[in-house]
């Protein structure tokens, strides 16, 4: 069975910098694509991130270009996602969601794309 867990979440101001992790665990690691979505309460989770499962290709939604990366670690089977100038708007619960995948360079950027899903980290941006 494969798990999936997030951690990292926590509080910040607007401007300030998060860094989110994703271990999962009872699979390959190497072999699953990844991606961080977010929700709050009364809205549609939404894709935040995505990345292939070599770790060479990526995508973003739009409106975290340029300001939230993320990463993988396959020796660790571990994901990440660095949060940068971050804004009230990211206040969020992010999920961390896994899928195996068949090449590389497949990329997954929608939720029904996705088999196994941690229970996720809440992040608050506030003043």
């Known amino acids: 069975q494969v798990q999936v867990v997030e951690s990292g979440g926590g509080s910040r101001q607007p401007g300030g910098s998060l860094k989110l992790s994703c271990a999962a665990s009872g699979g390959t690691f190497h072999n699953f694509g990844l991606g961080w979505f977010r929700q709050t309460p009364g809205k549609d989770r939404e894709f935040v991130a995505a990345i292939s499962k070599e770790g060479a290709r990526t995508e973003y939604a739009d409106s975290v270009k340029g300001r939230f990366f993320i990463s993988r670690d396959n020796a660790k089977n571990t994901a990440f996602l660095q949060m940068n100038s971050l804004n009230p708007e990211a206040t969020a619960l992010y999920y961390c969601?896994?899928?195996?995948?068949?090449?590389?360079?497949?990329?997954?950027?929608?939720?029904?794309?996705?088999?196994?899903w941690g229970q996720g980290t809440q992040v608050t941006v506030s003043s």
């Open positions: 969601a896994a899928v195996p995948v068949a090449g590389q360079g497949i990329v997954r950027t929608r939720q029904w794309q996705y088999d196994y």
